[in-house]
């Protein structure tokens, strides 16, 4: 008998791996040695996305940098749950200093390594969407402009959920948290606020952006690769549901990654020089219904009076569609 | 090489001599020539291995600065008034992580109203803030002040302000000897992180602390703070014994005749009046003091070296048998007295002390010696209030201008 | 340097991965289990094949081939023969059929057998010799399938066959083009070769003899005896059975039908018989079935495949009466129940013979006195469980005994009644048997299955195929069969995917290494149950945690 390449495998690169995949193919999570940057003990609320993320993000940049790899972290969830003294579950050089200046710790930490000549060592940077999209935004955007050697994630999670949900500029509209409680003529976020830090990077004209989620770790992996391969500013922004500041149960995170990417309200891109280059095609088509009525945040939108919500959401995933082109398949 | 050089010219030389590794700075007056002249250094090579780091803001600039201190490279910087303040966060942060960064606070006055003038509220806004401060009183102790600074701050894992009056010495030309790079090198160590980021050595830096490890987190930042006195002393002796002149130290002692700085002076007797102050209003007080002791008036002198650590014993024994004491402040506690008064009374506290606060040159007003002179002259008579503004104007602040157009109605 | 009394400040640091140290396990309320559940494939399957299984060691591609193989032989010896004739329940079962298509999983079937007709590949071995003697009765699916289970449990068996070849209604009943004879006979000699003894050609006629020369008897005599209708007929009238001209044509001789051949009634049997009839000679082979199309017993395959040679069907219709060449057809209606009556309108029809193919009957005239063996509705009564007649000893399977006449059904109920008797030759009761948990479509989770079409076999060209006996499905290549096992979502059964691994927020699952699959770390799972929503195959359970 002959040996013959079978493209098809039985979940191709949908799930994590694959006994039939060669080694070479499988994603790092997908390895029994993975570095597991982020371990166990942590204590993130049960189904965090946000702790499964970082531990994809940083597994990979790991493995990328040959093991020598230095970590800012804002202040935020991901500090609180992971390194509450005499604990850490970080396992790569780590630093946390303040909520709005991981960036800035990040481009010492570079600055540093550059003086000394250590061109092997990389850096990244991390925090949730307050510590990026609000407070830390002016140190994110400083990093951007004078392209440091910094790889910036942000995990976004639409809240502050540390401090018990308040709303974000990263907020989407409609949302319900403690500061948009679902009361009165307009319950939730209202329409006409917060801002995309995926846009906003690309006008820094950087020379990586990209987003992603927690729904497609094969995609995720390859953008950390992509963006690791790569020296200046770089930014990842990965969508992470949080069960406790979303109202969902903590088994959902994955799904909701999903139907938040093929219902096209969360665009998964890649964008180099400030250009996109690589939109996620949709795959199969739900609608916003299957995102958002999972979400006791979003609760009243199901109820009489919440029917225009509901349109203006569909909108949001049209307008969406059409100015990324998700159903389109990138060449 | 003694020539004569601009005080912020004579600091850049003294850092670049340093040999920082990252030097990260936001421009605000009057610290701008410092770091001007850092950036020009770090491009024509004088400054070799020597990341300079333009940011947004004063608060990226300390950011920055606990990052590349964090992964192990010596780490200056430099700021003043509203900008300390912007990066108030920041300062205590770099100082509860232990990170020897070097900052030159430009001492300026804080807003509102705005004013780019020279007082001490910035630096003593962040007194508290775990950093060592050590004043300069001119520009030659200013730039020796780097040097010392780097060796005690990254002898103990501690921030240092080296602070220096704005404009009055940043921006004034002296004649200066600027240690060489040589020296520098044969006296500051070689920085050697206590801890630093290290991929062969991973540590988690900067964890959150419970009630349960909090205060004993705080005591232990005590106890290292109170060493610092001993290590300031000890560099500065071995700096003043390497290049023959004094710097530093606790506090600054002079001469009862010449008025010279002279760390053998004697302590101050039972009946002197005795003037304490920091910064470069001891230069005005030496020019003050020395025709007054000359006419036979009992008047000493005394200067803070060290603000943070504060020096209680060295300045009780400096202060010697001296119950009547001026202290000329130029920061204000509102509602209470001076600053340093403040402090001065703490460490003098059981003395019996009469000890009078002098505020003088907020916001850049000039000091006179006359007016020193005066104040001095009414204490010894003993008719010097308890607070007292120097050369405080009759009637207050001038009403505002209407201004130039009339207003329609 | 100076002393220092205090410690430096590094605002507390502390070392990598201390966190082990916190148990998180604690906050679980619920646990996620790993299980095995039973795939509608295999519940599907009369032979009980661990179908799922054996494709998954067949989507290894060439290291897996020969371990699916034995993973099929270890339930069904006839891998080639079934990958031909099986009308695979299983697909009808198969879970991905909801997705998009069923996996062609008779295909598969077909690849691994002949990859190891073509290797060579033995059967296992048999146990050591227990010493005890089985006689089978007869040699069809059912008589096989029991002598190769009983002869790997290391009994002595010999198979005993009225015919000159082996292989019942596998070799008489099935055509060539469905079926080639070297295939059959390949994989009857390998059953040969693990020590079954056959004799062809030897009738059992003294059931009392046989019990006296061996330890228990199997009758698998199947149901070889065409089933008769009253048609009323004129002396010309050739009327005949289809059992008999697949026998006579399998013999070798078929028989003369003439150019028009019209087939009574509507079972596979029907399908084969006019097939047979279009490669005999005749021009025109028209079936006359009762009933309507939705109602028709025969797997749809072989009615398509029928037609697609030009087989015609005449649908509500009865033969009335036959004369010479000359058939007398009643319309029929359905009634409300959906039964047909006659409408008492007729119509002429030409036809040189009539075929008749309504059903067969069991052989039992070896029973003949043997009233302690109770027959029912033409059958050998037997129990469900052990498979045994009223007679101690004697085991009956297959056609001759109740249920469906298929082959598979022969050697699910074959390998069952090696079992019954390797127990009653025990003296010990049929283990119970757990009862099968379903592993539904509801439990997938089919996002993360890849979108991939059916791999069809090729069928020949109709009009050549009706010229001769050739085969007329061709198989699967090896690219194609491992692709079409790819397909197979191993519904119920972890596949190791990584997705648990991978998708835990805590880093609480270990990896085992290559099939030996997965370990929950209790001690830090939170229990937030990603692992079990986003498993694929449904094989994980979250159960609520007792504390």
């Known amino acids: 008998m002959t040996t013959v390449h079978i493209p098809f495998m039985q979940t191709g690169t949908l799930a994590v791996g694959g006994r039939l995949l060669d080694l070479e193919e499988r994603s790092v999570q997908s390895q029994a040695d993975r570095p597991s940057s982020l371990t166990k003990g942590h204590r993130a609320c049960q189904g965090c996305a946000e702790a499964l993320a970082a531990r994809w993000v940083m597994d990979t940049a790991v493995e990328e940098s040959g093991g020598k ?30 909520f709005a200046n991981a960036a800035a710790v990040a481009t010492g930490i570079a600055s540093a390594l550059r003086a000394q000549g250590r061109d092997d060592v990389r850096v990244l940077a991390q925090g949730g969407d307050g510590g990026t999209v609000d407070i830390g935004l002016a140190a994110v955007s400083g990093m951007f402009e004078r392209n440091d050697d910094v790889l910036y994630v942000c995990y976004d999670n639409q809240g502050y959920m540390n401090t018990g949900v308040q709303r974000s500029s990263a907020t989407p509209p409609t949302a319900r948290t403690a500061t948009t409680p679902a009361v009165g003529k307009a319950p939730g976020a209202p329409y006409g606020q917060g801002k995309s830090m995926p846009k906003i990077a690309m006008a820094h004209e950087i020379p990586y952006v990209a987003t992603a989620t927690v729904a497609d770790l094969r995609d995720l992996e390859s953008k950390v690769r992509t963006a690791m391969s790569m020296h200046g500013a770089r930014y990842l922004h990965v969508l992470v549901p949080c069960p406790v500041g979303w109202g969902t149960s903590a088994a959902q995170s994955i799904a909701l990654s999903r139907a938040a990417v093929e219902s096209g309200i969360f665009p998964v891109l890649e964008a180099r020089d400030g250009e996109i280059v690589a939109t996620h095609p949709i795959r199969e088509r739900v609608d916003v219904e299957e995102y958002l009525r999972p979400q006791a945040r979003f609760a009243h939108l199901f109820k009489p009076g919440g029917e225009e919500g509901l349109e203006r959401w569909r909108a949001l995933a049209e307008a969406n569609i059409r100015r990324f082109r998700l159903t389109e398949a990138t060449p | 090489m003694r020539e004569v050089l601009e005080g912020s010219q004579a600091v850049a030389m003294a850092v670049a001599r340093c040999r920082p590794g990252v030097v990260c700075a936001y421009p605000i007056s009057p610290q701008t020539h410092i770091v001007e002249a850092l950036s020009r250094m770090s491009r024509t090579g004088e400054l070799t291995d020597c990341e300079y780091v333009n940011v947004e803001s004063e608060f990226s600039a300390m950011s920055v600065s606990i990052g590349s201190s964090a992964a192990g490279s010596r780490t200056y910087t430099a700021t003043a008034s509203q900008g300390l303040l912007y990066m108030a966060e920041a300062v205590y942060n770099a100082a509860g992580m232990g990170l020897p960064i070097v900052m030159t606070v430009a001492n300026r006055a804080i807003g509102a109203p ?15 803030a775990g950093w060592l401060q050590l004043f300069a009183m001119d520009n030659q102790e200013a730039a020796d002040l780097h040097v010392i600074a780097f060796a005690v701050a990254e002898e103990l894992g501690m921030p240092a302000m080296v602070c220096m009056d704005g404009f009055v010495l940043t921006h004034a030309s002296d004649v200066v000897d600027v240690p060489s790079a040589e020296d520098i090198d044969a006296f500051l160590p070689p920085f050697r992180p206590l801890q630093s980021l290290d991929v062969e050595n991973p540590a988690t830096i900067g964890t959150m602390a419970g ?18 006195a001993d290590v300031i002393a000890s560099w500065s002796a071995r700096f003043a014994e390497r290049f023959g002149r004094e710097a530093g130290g606790l506090v600054a002692r002079f001469d009862p005749d010449t008025l010279d700085r002279s760390a053998t002076a004697p302590p101050a007797k039972w009946d002197d009046v005795t003037v304490i102050a920091m910064g470069s209003v001891l230069g005005t007080l030496q020019a003050a003091i020395e025709p007054m002791r000359a006419a036979g008036a009992h008047v000493r002198l005394v200067g803070i070296s060290a603000f943070r650590p504060f020096p209680t014993q060295a300045l009780r024994d400096a202060v010697g048998a001296s119950r009547n004491i001026v202290v000329v402040d130029r920061a204000l506690e509102l509602g209470a007295q001076g600053v340093l008064t403040s ?19 907020l916001g850049g007003r000039p000091i006179l010696a006359s007016s020193l002179t005066a104040v001095i002259q009414r204490a010894i008579d003993g008719d010097l209030r308890r607070l007292e503004f120097l050369d405080l104007k009759e009637g207050g602040v001038p009403a505002p201008s209407l201004g130039a157009t009339e207003v329609s109605r | 340097m100076s002393s220092h009394d205090a410690p430096p400040t590094h605002g507390l ?41 054996w494709l998954g060691a067949a989507q290894e591609g060439a290291p897996g081939t020969e371990k699916a193989w034995r993973r099929i032989v270890n339930t069904n010896p006839f891998p ?5 004739i099986c009308y695979h329940p299983c697909q009808e079962g198969c879970n991905r059929g909801e997705l998009d298509e069923e996996v062609g999983i008779n295909a598969v079937e077909r690849f691994l057998g002949d990859a190891a007709l073509a290797a060579g590949w033995a059967l296992p071995a048999p146990s050591a010799a227990t010493g005890r003697r089985v006689l089978v009765v007869g040699s069809g699916p059912a008589g096989l399938s029991a002598a190769y289970h009983l002869r790997r449990m290391g009994h002595e068996v010999t198979v005993r066959e009225a015919a000159a070849e082996p292989g019942g209604m596998m070799r008489y009943g099935i055509p060539a083009y469905r079926l080639p004879r070297d295939v059959l006979a390949a994989e009857i000699q390998r059953i040969v070769d693990i020590g079954v003894v056959i004799e062809c050609s030897t009738r059992v006629t003294d059931l009392a003899q046989a019990q006296r020369d061996f330890d228990a008897v199997v009758l698998t005599v199947g149901a070889g005896i065409g089933h008769h209708v009253d048609i009323p007929a004129g002396a010309a009238a050739k009327i005949v059975d289809a059992i008999d001209v697949l026998r006579e044509t399998a013999e070798g001789h078929p028989p003369m039908l003439g150019r028009k051949v019209a087939v009574y009634g509507g079972g596979n049997t029907a399908m084969d018989a006019a097939r047979t009839a279009k490669r005999i000679g005749a021009s025109d082979a028209v079936v006359v079935y009762r009933r309507t199309r939705e109602q028709m017993p025969a797997h749809p395959t072989e009615l398509e495949d029928a037609i697609g040679e030009g087989v015609r069907v005449q649908w509500l219709s ?53 009233t302690d063996i109770s027959v029912n509705d033409g059958v050998v009564a037997v129990d469900e469980g052990t498979m045994m007649t009223g007679r101690p000893g004697v085991f009956a399977a297959g056609d001759v005994s109740p249920g469906s006449r298929t082959a598979t059904y022969a050697i699910g109920r074959g390998h069952r009644a090696a079992r019954a008797v390797d127990r009653f030759l025990a003296g010990l009761p049929m283990p119970a048997e757990p009862p099968a948990r379903e592993a539904t479509y509801a439990r997938l989770n089919t996002w993360y299955y890849s979108d991939a079409p059916k791999q069809h076999r090729a069928t020949l060209e109709a009009a050549r195929r009706v010229t001769g006996f050739e085969e007329v499905m061709q198989g699967l290549d090896a690219e194609h069969a491992v692709f079409e096992a790819r397909r197979c979502m191993s519904c119920g059964s972890c596949f190791e995917c990584d997705n648990c691994f991978g998708m835990c927020p805590d880093d609480a699952i270990r990896k085992l290494g290559p099939g030996l699959k997965f370990e929950i770390d209790y001690d830090y799972c939170k229990g937030c149950g990603i692992c079990a929503n986003e498993c694929p195959a449904g094989s994980i359970d979250m159960i609520p945690e007792i504390k």
């Open chain 2, 211 to 228: 009630p349960e490890s909090f205060t004993e987190t705080k005591y232990l930042q005590h106890m290292r703070f109170l060493d610092a």
């Open chain 2, 343 to 361: 402090c001065v009374g703490g460490a003098l506290v059981g003395t019996g002390s009469r000890i009078h606060s002098v505020v003088a040159g």
């Open chain 3, 80 to 84: 080639a023969v079934m990958g031909r």
């Open chain 1, 69 to 98: 790899l230095i970590v800012a972290n804002a202040t935020g969830c991901l500090e609180v749950f992971s390194t509450l003294y005499p604990e850490s579950a970080w396992k790569p050089p780590w630093i946390h200093s303040l």
């Open chain 2, 114 to 128: 705005i004013n780019i003038w020279n007082d001490h509220s910035d630096s003593m806004a962040m007194r508290d």
């Open chain 3, 13 to 53: 640091s502390t070392s990598p991965a201390t966190s082990l140290a916190y148990h998180t396990g604690t906050w679980r309320t619920e646990r996620p289990v790993y299980v095995e559940l039973t795939p509608p494939c295999q519940l599907a399957c009369p032979s009980g094949e661990d179908i799922r299984g």
């Open chain 3, 318 to 370: 009865t033969i009335a009466q036959v004369e010479g060449e000359r058939l007398t057809i009643e319309r029929m209606e359905l009634d409300e129940d959906g039964r047909p009556h006659g409408t008492g309108e007729f119509e002429e029809l030409d036809a040189d013979a009539v075929v008749l193919a309504v059903g067969q009957d069991a052989d039992l005239s070896l029973l003949e006195g043997a």
